[in-house]
């Protein structure tokens, strides 16, 4: 019985290991297969495991400094490596020659240049975006598409972008480093908003000035120190309107929500505007009448003859 069994162990071992394939001095059997497709799938959940303890590590960093983008970056990072590193480790493990490697790359350029460019330039733009750090996990951006909203996770092949309507968006990486993007919290926390609004001719500037501080002044998050006060713009004399601009200076919380903010700002504006008697106008238009007759024909009907329409009235000289 151990006899036999032992035998059969070594036909076994003997089938896995004859050779396959042969690339250049090494041949590769289905036991070498199967011990790199294990070592491979280790290698791969040794770089997720790696990434999901750095990503804990970030967020209890953010809920206790406030800051996790740099250790998010840093766990992409970590991952591509070990992917790479224990490719090479595994590789030379099973008894593959590297200089073979030099077939595959060939075969994988013509894969590359016949529909893998694609994938490959996103894959660099990613590692573009890690290296230059001109992207992190939680920036709001708004993209050339028009796609806005905060960075979320940078990923091999894409970026996920979670929009204020809790929308997620897979963006390609290559659209990053070709397009213009627009990051509104890259550097600096404060952001200028301009919201623009018309009061009728004849409504006092200086009435206008006070109601858009007065309003600017009661939405949260709106700056008031000196340098950095709430204004308003006179910008151009309008067809039934002054045009001005409510100029505020906004800190991340509403730079990240444009479209509530100017919503909120808006309503202020409009209570400040009604409770201080300022006009908001409406367009208006002079109509002036030719004299004359007007002739109507109805064709297909039996209808009373209608008599002559008498002379219209001469409309009023223009004051």
Not at 134 to 153: A, P, Q, T
């Amino acid at each position: 019985m151990v006899t036999d069994l032992q035998t059969l162990m070594g036909n076994a071992l003997a089938w896995l290991g004859q050779p396959l394939i042969r690339l250049g001095s090494s041949s590769i059997s289905l036991g070498t297969l199967m011990g790199g497709l294990a070592f491979f799938v280790g290698v791969w959940w040794l770089a997720s495991f790696v990434e999901r303890i750095l990503i804990r590590v970030a967020d209890r960093r953010a809920r206790e400094v406030g800051g996790s983008a740099s250790i998010h970056m840093l766990s992409r990072v970590v991952r591509y490596l070990i992917w790479i590193v224990g490719s090479v480790v595994g590789l030379n493990a099973v008894g593959f020659d590297l200089t073979t490697l030099a077939l595959l790359g060939s075969a994988l350029a013509v894969g590359l240049g016949f529909g893998l460019q694609n994938i490959f330039a996103n894959f660099v733009g990613g590692v573009v975006i890690l290296a230059e750090r001109i992207l992190k996990v939680g920036d709001f951006v708004e993209l050339e598409s028009g796609v806005r909203g905060h960075v979320k996770e940078i990923a091999m092949r894409y970026t996920r972008i979670t929009t204020n309507d809790a929308i997620d968006i897979l963006v390609p990486n290559a659209e990053f480093t070709d397009g213009r993007v627009i990051n509104w919290t890259y550097d600096n926390a404060f952001r200028r908003v301009r919201v623009p609004f018309g009061v009728a001719y004849g409504v006092r500037k200086e009435a206008v000035l006070e109601a858009g501080i007065a309003a600017a002044r009661a939405v949260d998050g709106v700056l008031t120190q000196p340098g950095r006060e709430p204004t308003v713009w006179l910008v151009a004399y309008g067809d039934n309107a002054m045009n001005y601009e409510l100029v505020v200076w906004a800190d991340r919380d509403l730079t990240t929500r444009p479209g509530s903010t100017h919503a909120r700002l808006m309503w202020a504006l409009d209570t400040e505007l009604v409770q201080r008697g300022l006009e908001i106008p409406f367009p208006q238009r002079d109509l002036h009448i030719r004299s004359g007759t007007l002739d109507v024909r109805l064709q297909g009907r039996d209808v009373p003859e209608v008599p002559e329409a008498p002379q219209a009235y001469k409309a009023a000289p223009r004051p």
